[in-house]
């Protein structure tokens, strides 16, 4: 398969700031992810960028790891081209996203009321070879019944009670907005009240589309849409806190999780890639696009949220959601916590996209 005439060949000179980034942690992200690839390889995307040309990086990566930043450039000088992605329309675009750690309960009590619950029993996977006539193309979960597959409880039935008795419950949060943010980024620290860390992530969800609360707190003209950010909503739902329902309902989507571990404090959690998100250098992007492993330099020129200077970074395709769709799209990853929380909240910035292309593919743009 050719390149896709969306990629555009350029030089490393081209690239804005691309002499001042540290490569090294950028190397560390791409290293993780060539360790798990002989294990499980990655699946190429549509635009391209064959898995199997990264064999020669990847085993490159796997040898040693640099020392210094400049053997860290010279390695990904080497391994790969630049290939600017064009936008299908108008510029790219970057939002952020984070691992909140909030505080949580192993048992339900007066205070900790609001539960993360696992997989159920009942919710299968769907597509087109067993998808009942009729039911929405886009679901790719139902629910298992006598009647066969049908559509799955959604939000607002969840969490009336549709499925209580079950034993779901993996752990309990005192607020239902930070148990709402947690279904939204996909994953949590939970910091439990018995004293240790544990952490969640993404095992399924209900299946029905997402609808943000920003969107329709916009449409209601309760916040301007200029002004929606992860703050901004928050600071709406602690003025009306009896109109949480109402909203957070209006997404149909729920997220179930499984349990993992915190294997190193400083990394986040194991991702769509299948490697532990790196702060400041993990991207999710378009998975049926672009190929995970992938490195993206980002040019975000009006973003300073991350070091209060332009954001110009390499990042590499570990991740990807439901809302990253197109080809100059991505949601970078700030870490854990609150702190990391703030810059991901107000990060919506216009950006240019450079593909690093291994080598074995230069030329094969049109």
């Not at 080497?78 to 909140?100: D, H, I, K, N, W």
């Not at 991207?283 to 200077?309: E, M, Q, S, W």
């Not at 870490?335 to 990060?347: M, N, R």
Request: proline share 7%; no cysteine.
């Amino acid at each position: 398969m050719p390149l896709s005439p969306l990629f555009i060949e350029k030089s490393f000179d081209d690239l804005p700031g691309w002499g001042d980034d540290d490569l090294l942690p950028a190397f560390e992200a791409f290293r993780r992810s060539a360790f798990h690839v002989p294990v499980k390889p990655y699946r190429s995307g549509a635009l391209g960028v064959d898995f199997g040309a990264f064999a020669a990086a990847y085993a490159e990566a796997r040898s040693a790891a640099p020392a210094s930043r400049p053997e860290a450039r010279a390695f990904f000088e080497r391994q790969f081209v630049p290939m600017l992605v064009r936008a299908e329309s108008g510029a790219g675009l970057v939002t952020g996203f984070y691992e909140p750690q909030v505080e949580a309960s192993p048992v339900r009590t007066e205070r900790f009321v609001v539960p993360l619950l696992s997989r159920p029993a009942d919710l299968a996977d769907v597509d087109d070879a067993n998808r009942p006539q009729g039911m929405d193309p886009y679901l790719a979960f139902a629910r298992r019944t006598a009647d066969g597959l049908a559509e799955y409880f959604d939000r607002g039935a969840i969490e009336r009670g549709a499925l209580e008795g079950q034993g779901l419950e993996i752990a309990w949060l005192a607020d239902k907005v930070d148990a709402f943010f947690i279904h939204v980024q996909g994953a949590a620290r939970l910091a439990m009240t018995d004293g240790r860390l544990r952490r969640v992530t993404y095992a399924a969800k209900s299946g029905q589309r997402f609808t943000g609360p920003g969107k329709v707190l916009s449409e209601l003209g309760e916040i301007p849409l200029a002004e929606v950010t992860m703050q901004s909503i928050r600071a709406w739902f602690k003025a009306h806190p009896r109109r949480i329902d109402e909203i957070l309902w209006r997404n149909r989507s729920y997220i179930f999780f499984r349990e993992a571990d915190v294997e190193d404090a400083a990394l986040g959690p194991i991702a769509a890639a299948k490697v532990p998100l790196t702060p400041g250098r993990s991207v999710a992007v378009d998975r049926l696009l672009h190929t995970f492993g992938t490195p993206f330099y980002i040019d975000a020129p009006t973003l300073t949220a991350f070091d209060a200077k332009p954001f110009r970074r390499l990042m590499i395709a570990q991740d990807t959601g439901s809302a990253i769709t197109g080809p100059a799209r991505g949601d970078l990853f700030a870490g854990s916590g609150d702190a990391a929380g703030e810059i991901a909240g107000v990060v919506r910035n216009a950006a240019d996209f450079y593909a690093l292309v291994p080598r074995a593919l230069a030329g094969g743009a049109r």
